[in-house]
């Protein structure tokens, strides 16, 4: 039998990435958003401390994005995105390439993070296929990366609970070792001393699998959703020397670190090092319409460019490849950044926030506190026998409070948009001190 039809019926809606049964007891809603704030059903404020889902970098309901999308949608709804174009796609395509690092000049969009990592990996393959070089085959990731939810995603990804019941994967897949190392790094202000020398184990799994055969690795600049996991200091630089020496394309996946998250444009502005395909998704758009992009440096790009010109040159894109109303939005999104500063707000922030996150040092089951940029993160320790119980806890109770964090394992993660003022920073954190002093 159909459940009768309503707003009050939560059966049909399979909710992603969440306890619905739970959910579903005591649903929280969301009916309304402005700048750093959600208003819930029930009329309450809630101060959005995760950017969305670390998206909305220049906070909610926003003119400029708002306005762009309104006279998009009135002008070129939608245009085929294969062997036509529209103009908006192009100009958003010429502007990205001036923000992002030397020499990544060219862009393919998609529609997520997912698919720009599904994007990336496959460009890599193919590039070394067109150069000559085919077997170049193998994908390497990382212990605890998040690369969204597609096969190769969940294949080079290496949180345990998001694979497991997926079968075999893609096959050639191998893993870097995590980075996080609480024992020597516990209550590191930005990036740890120690262990840079995990990267030498990628000198270790090429050297099992033969270099010939490697095409590429892809790592998080920043580990986000898996709880805030900072590189180590040179660690990124050693990965891009070792894929260097050995022919192998470097992928940055920024879907968090891009647009400005880290105080810069992108991660590998942060870092100093400049990889060969970068990934992003959320920030582009300020979530407000779905859109990734994956930027390729011009020997990738320009490597596919040879055979007869009436042929496509690569066999891959969405129907919704860079969408007239998602272009819309990217370069609403982009003027906003711009007249505001936003892609370098947070290293004005950064010192601010810092203080102010370690400051909860000591509080009850506190055992880690981690910032860079605007991002941080507060481990805490488990219940025994029931992990992530106690974060999970401390979500909802801060919920009550109105303060939005996320929780992952248990972890407390949090990346504000890119607007906040001192005094919300300050809220942000007496209300996690009375949160964190509440918990069993
Ligand atoms: N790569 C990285 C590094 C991500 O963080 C994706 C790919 C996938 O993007 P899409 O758009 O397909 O979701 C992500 C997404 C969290 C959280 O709370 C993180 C993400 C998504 C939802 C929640 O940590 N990251
Ligand atoms: N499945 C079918 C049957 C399709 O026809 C298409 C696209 O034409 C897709 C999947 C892929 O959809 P998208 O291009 O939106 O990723």
């Given at each position: 039998m159909n459940a009768p039809v309503?707003?009050?019926?939560?059966?049909a809606f399979w909710m992603p990435f969440t306890a619905n049964r739970q959910f579903k007891k005591a649903p929280r809603m969301f009916v309304a958003a402005d700048r750093m704030h959600y208003t819930t059903a029930e009329g309450n404020k809630v101060l959005d401390a995760t950017a969305g889902l670390w998206c909305v970098n220049a906070g909610h309901n926003r003119p400029k994005i708002v306005e762009a999308i309104r006279q998009q949608a009135g002008e070129l709804d939608y245009a085929p995105a294969f062997q036509m174009g529209h103009p908006k796609a192009f100009e958003l395509a010429s502007k990205l390439v001036q923000l992002t690092?030397?020499?990544?000049?060219h862009v393919m969009f998609t529609n997520s993070g997912s698919e720009s990592v599904e994007t990336a990996l496959k460009t890599a393959l193919a590039y070394h296929r067109v150069k000559g070089?085919?077997?170049?085959f193998r994908l390497i990731g990382r212990e605890r990366?998040?690369?969204?939810?597609?096969f190769g995603g969940i294949s080079v990804g290496g949180i345990v609970a998001n694979r497991k019941?997926?079968?075999?994967?893609?096959?050639g897949v191998d893993h870097l070792p995590h980075t996080h190392d609480l024992e020597r790094?516990?209550?590191?202000?930005?990036?740890?001393?120690?262990?840079?020398?995990?990267?030498?184990e990628l000198e270790r799994i090429i050297t099992l699998h033969d270099p010939s055969t490697i095409a590429a690795v892809i790592v998080e600049p920043v580990a986000g959703s898996t709880g805030v996991l900072l590189p180590p200091k040179g660690y990124l630089q050693k990965l891009r020397d070792i894929c260097d020496k050995h022919g192998i394309l470097l992928i940055f996946?920024?879907?968090?670190?891009?647009?400005?998250?880290?105080?810069?444009?992108f991660g590998a502005d942060y870092f100093g090092v400049t990889p060969d395909i970068i990934v992003t998704a959320k920030g582009l758009t300020n979530g407000v319409i779905p859109m990734g992009a994956v930027f390729v440096k011009s020997e990738i790009h320009d490597?596919?460019?040879?055979?007869?010109?009436?042929?496509?040159?690569?066999?891959h894109g969405y129907?919704?490849?860079?969408n007239p109303m998602a272009s819309a939005a990217a370069l609403g999104t982009l003027e906003t950044y711009q007249e505001e500063g936003l892609l370098t707000r947070g290293a004005e922030l950064a010192s601010y926030w810092e203080e102010a996150l370690h400051?909860?040092?000591?509080?009850?089951?506190?055992?880690d506190i981690r910032n860079i940029g605007l991002i941080g993160a507060i481990e805490l320790d488990p219940i025994a026998g029931e992990p992530t119980r106690r974060a999970f806890s401390a979500f909802l109770d801060a919920y009550n409070k109105g303060l939005l964090i996320r929780t992952t394992g248990d972890i407390i993660a949090m990346s504000p948009p890119l607007i906040i003022e001192k005094g919300e920073i300050d809220f942000i954190i007496e209300t996690l001190g009375s949160v964190l002093k509440s918990l069993d």
């Open positions: 309503g707003t009050n019926n939560l059966d690092p030397p020499g990544l000049d070089d085919g077997s170049r990366g998040y690369h969204g939810v597609n019941m997926f079968g075999t994967l893609l096959t790094n516990a209550f590191t202000r930005l990036q740890p001393e120690h262990g840079a020398e995990r990267a030498d996946d920024e879907v968090i670190t891009g647009f400005g998250r880290l105080g810069t444009p490597a596919f460019m040879h055979g007869p010109e009436h042929m496509i040159e690569f066999f129907t919704y490849s860079g400051s909860l040092k000591g509080l009850p089951h506190v055992i």
